[in-house]
């Protein structure tokens, strides 16, 4: 019976856990998204998110897989994109993508902060 049950979200992402998914991901950055003939096969792309997902999971709130990772990944980097693009649309020039990655718009350099 507990197929029932309505299935139970998993908890939103922490701090700590963004932040090491941040820095695993930019460490591995040219083996998982590198692109030509010295690519990384799928397999040592599946190893490596494995690493990154032990490295995650010890300060998660709940236990991720893979996917979760990858997701939260493709998320973070949706959300910078659009962040700087509404910055390189309004006044001021764009914060530099490094800058920009992950900062909220109270976080960036006051040239950079997007107008209120």
């Known amino acids: 019976m507990a197929e029932d049950s309505p299935k139970r979200r998993k908890a939103n992402f922490n701090e700590a856990e963004t932040e090491v998914l941040i820095e695993q991901v930019l460490k591995h950055e040219q083996l998982l998204f590198a692109a030509g003939p010295g690519r990384a096969s799928a ?3 599946r190893k490596v998110w494995e690493l990154i997902r032990h490295k995650v999971n010890p300060v998660a709130a709940c236990p991720r897989d893979v996917e979760d990772l990858k997701k939260r990944w ?6 910078d994109r659009s962040k700087l693009c509404r910055l390189s649309q309004g006044c001021g020039p764009p914060a ?5 990655l992950l900062l909220a718009p109270e976080e960036l350099p006051p040239a950079a902060a997007p107008p209120a």
């Open 43 to 45: 397999g040592q792309k």
């Open 74 to 79: 493709r998320d973070l980097k949706r959300r």
């Open 96 to 100: 530099p993508p490094a800058l920009g």
